[in-house]
């Protein structure tokens, strides 16, 4: 009997006759269904068609998807991995499943054609808008396991649904707000139309029955604008008032809430004219700029929710064997041994042990491009492995992931608020203090004059001079533009950044790791006192062996040992090999242990570090450094804004004076300790210089906690970080230039959104008073005005990252940087 031909797409056996073809990778393919030719033919339309070539790529090799994928499956059989996700009805259990891989609606159509047709499964339901499955089976019969696995054979990979309480929260909020905007935008036109019929222009032969029909009916529609739609501004009013802060929601809530009442004493007396079609385009208006705002403020939420959520629900960690087990995250402990196979998640910080891959670290850093990695570089949590499978060593879990500290980071940044935010915020309340004394005195004026226009004279300046954008001007502006600095690769962990980036005028920068790449080669080896080279760089090798530095790479490995290694920041290492005291580092350093004068520095271009013992110095090594792709440019924009630059290095070889001259620097100071260089820093600023320090290591953290903005790099070390005001995520310093153009035009956005709204306000408030502005046209104002300020501000989300270096990201050495 022959073989049934499987289908190209889900591997099921293709029914004979059956007609469903397509042509894929340049072959004619065999489906069993017009589901699956339908889901093929949309993969390959869409350019995917090497998924098919990858999926059978990964088939073939017995190491890879079969041993690994059924491991994974039965961990979702176990009762505590269910609990948070999967109901338990009697019999019957039920899941939310995320599905991965759905492209047409005939996904949807297999999906639950295939399901159903499984003994144990009672529904199967799919939403092809979010993706999720809804799917009830019975679980004496079926394992979860099972089910999962029917949907892998047909090509979909599923995982529990199970969303974070945050971004649970913010869905929840945007689906109420714009319930809110519907409901007004909707029943605002009901009643408009109503109200319009019984101005005198449309009264055409309209009865008075009629005429109280039609105003009754007009309150009725705006009562659900009133109470559901403008609910936030009440409470919002209600909470300003006991806190004694006032802001818009008080204005706003008496010129709405004023109005409706206005307009109910109307409608019951037939005296004055209906304003509910105001009250209506007032909210509307209103809350669709409130909306937007909402959807700018989400566009940096939505990357700190993606960082938050980077991380896998579970890992294979291998034992002393070398065998793979599948456990949940929690259960992994520091120094354990895990399996990253290609397209997995790397679960925590660590270190490769085995194997050559790409990682993608996009997310994290801006840095589009996988970045090489190999055994004994360093890996971080929450990245994706590219290409190969590695074996990777555990070194930080949970909160002190490098991940963890970025969120942390995040969080501290966004919790701030900047003093342009202050200012508006307090010229708002202000303003709307003399609003309201204003519209009392005017009231009074008017009371006196026309008593009947009074009441709308008042409410015409409430709506009028609402200051929604001028609170509005300044939070959407730094909102977007945080946003967008944090996808360019630069996060800011603090709130005065992008004001201060624009008072600038001197800027400091380290050398080994900021300017240069930081990935050092040993050139040279000059020995002294009959000294051996090879014996001398076995010494040096093994002094360097347990620093994480580039330098230490430069030397390599040896079989000695080093015992009661320690660091001095800015100067070297000392340790104790075959029984001897030695240091390596800067001359001076060095030379302290034996009380001999420093040696001369070799002439030749490089970084020397000197090598000694209690008896003297031992040999140079001469090691060699890259200038990074975009450190010109940032030099050359330093300059172009009229900014004072230097060079202060730790460094006390000739190469600091030679990258400052190739990158035409200002002033350059090698062989400096950390307390020099914040010396020199505290004598700009006593002289009334701004400056930006950019660094990376230990001897830089006094700089970059003292500075008026301290920039740290990816690469820099935790501390250097945490005292920073920014960190330069993706190593690229193309992305502080961008970032020095993106201040300048955040504080245009941020002054042109502060005089509109002004202008508007002061222009306003006169005509209002006159009694020339109908409450009407007041609220389309002012609502304009706020959508005005806020699409202005969105402007700052357009930037792209412009092409920049790949830099390895690479740890701190202690003798010079």
């Known amino acids: ?287 669709a700029g409130r909306y937007l705002e909402r959807r700018a403020r989400e566009r940096t939420a939505a990357a700190t929710a993606q960082l938050v959520n980077l991380l896998p629900a579970s890992c294979l960690r291998l034992d002393a064997e070398g065998h793979g087990e599948r456990i949940l995250l929690s259960q992994l402990r520091s120094h354990d041994h895990l399996l990253i196979p290609p397209g997995a998640v790397i679960p925590a910080d660590g270190r490769i042990l085995q194997g050559q891959s790409s990682i993608d670290e996009s997310l994290l850093t801006g840095e589009y491009l996988p970045q090489p990695r190999g055994a004994g570089e360093a890996v971080t949590a929450g990245t994706l492995n590219v290409q190969s499978a590695l074996t990777v060593e555990v070194l930080a879990l949970g909160q002190d992931t490098r991940l963890s500290a970025i969120v942390r980071l995040l969080d501290r940044a966004q919790s701030e608020k900047p003093r342009l935010a202050e200012i508006a915020d307090r010229a708002a309340q202000g303003f709307l203090l003399v609003t309201l004394a204003l519209a009392l005195i005017i009231g009074l004026v008017w009371w006196q004059l026309d008593p009947a226009r009074a009441f709308w004279v008042v409410l015409a300046m409430l709506v009028a001079t609402c200051p929604c954008a001028l609170s509005l001007a300044t939070p959407t502006a730094l909102t977007a533009a945080t946003g967008t600095l944090h996808r360019l690769g630069l996060l800011l962990t603090r709130g005065h950044v992008l004001e201060g980036l624009n008072q600038i005028d001197t800027v400091i920068f380290d050398k080994t790791g900021t300017l240069t790449e930081g990935r050092l080669v040993l050139r040279q080896i000059q020995p002294l006192a009959q000294a051996d080279a090879d014996a001398c760089h076995a010494l040096a090798a093994a002094l360097e062996l347990g620093s994480e530095h580039p330098i230490a790479r430069a030397f390599g490995h040896t079989a000695l040992l080093a015992d009661d290694v320690s660091s001095a920041p800015g100067l070297g290492l000392q340790g104790l090999v075959n029984g001897q005291c030695l240091r390596i580092g800067q001359p001076a350093y060095v030379c302290a242990l034996s009380g001999q004068a420093p040696p001369a520095m070799p002439s030749q271009a490089g970084q020397w570090l000197l090598l000694g013992n209690e008896q003297g110095p031992l040999a140079w090594f001469g090691l060699d450094d890259r200038l990074r792709d975009d450190a010109q440019g940032l030099v050359d924009a330093c300059h172009a804004r009229g900014c004072t630059t230097l060079l202060l290095s730790g460094d006390s070889s000739p190469m600091v004076a030679s990258v400052a001259a190739e990158l035409g620097i200002g002033q350059a100071h090698g062989g400096l300790p950390p307390d020099a260089k914040l010396a020199m820093l505290q004598r700009l600023q006593a002289d009334g210089r701004k400056v930006l320090v950019l660094g990376d290591g230990v001897n830089d953290v006094p700089m970059l906690a003292a500075a008026d903005i301290g920039v740290a790099m990816g690469s820099a070390t935790d501390l250097a970080k945490t005292c920073a005001d920014a960190v330069l995520l993706c190593n690229r310093l193309s992305a502080l230039v961008q970032a020095l153009a993106l201040a300048r035009r955040t504080r245009r956005v941020i002054i042109q959104n502060l005089c509109w709204a002004a202008l508007y306000n002061g222009l306003m408030l006169p005509f209002a008073a006159a009694g020339l502005i109908t409450p009407i046209w007041a609220a389309l104002g002012m609502s304009l005005s706020s959508l005005t300020v806020v699409l202005n501000a969105l402007r700052l989300t357009r930037i792209k990252p412009l092409p920049g270096s790949q830099a390895a990201i690479a740890p701190l050495h202690p003798a010079t940087a």
């Open 1 to 287: 009997m022959d073989t049934p031909t499987p289908c190209f797409h889900c591997s099921l056996p293709v029914p004979a006759g059956q007609p469903f073809r397509a042509n894929v990778l340049g072959e004619l393919r065999a489906f069993c269904c017009p589901g699956c030719q339908a889901v093929a033919q949309a993969i390959v339309a869409g350019g995917l068609g090497s998924y098919y070539q990858h999926r059978s790529e990964a088939s073939a090799n017995p190491q890879t998807l079969p041993r690994q994928l059924p491991d994974e499956l039965a961990l979702y059989d176990r009762a505590d991995v269910q609990q948070p996700f999967v109901n338990h009805q009697g019999e019957l259990s039920e899941a939310t499943l995320l599905i991965e891989g759905i492209s047409c609606a005939a996904c949807g159509w297999l999906i639950e054609k295939h399901l159903r047709a499984v003994p144990g499964i009672a529904q199967a339901r799919l939403n092809l808008s979010n993706h999720r499955l809804l799917v009830q089976w019975a679980d004496s019969q079926l394992p979860l396991s099972r089910l999962l696995g029917e949907l892998r054979q047909i090509g979909y990979a599923a995982h529990p649904y199970q969303a974070d309480r945050a971004a649970e929260q913010l869905a929840s909020d945007n689906r109420r707000a714009l319930r809110q905007l519907g409901v007004a935008g909707l029943l605002w036109f009901q009643a408009m139309m109503a109200t319009m019929a019984t101005w005198p222009e449309f009264n055409i032969d309209l009865s008075p029955e009629l005429h109280t029909i039609l105003r009754w009916v007009a309150m009725f529609l705006t009562t659900p604008i009133v109470f559901y739609s403008c609910a936030p501004f009440f409470r919002g009013a209600l909470r300003d008032l006991r806190t004694r802060h006032l802001t818009m929601d008080v204005s706003v809530s008496l010129a709405i809430g004023g109005a409706y009442l206005a307009g109910i004493w109307t409608a019951i007396t037939g005296v004055g004219e209906l304003y509910f079609d105001a009250v209506g385009m007032f909210a509307l208006f209103l809350l």
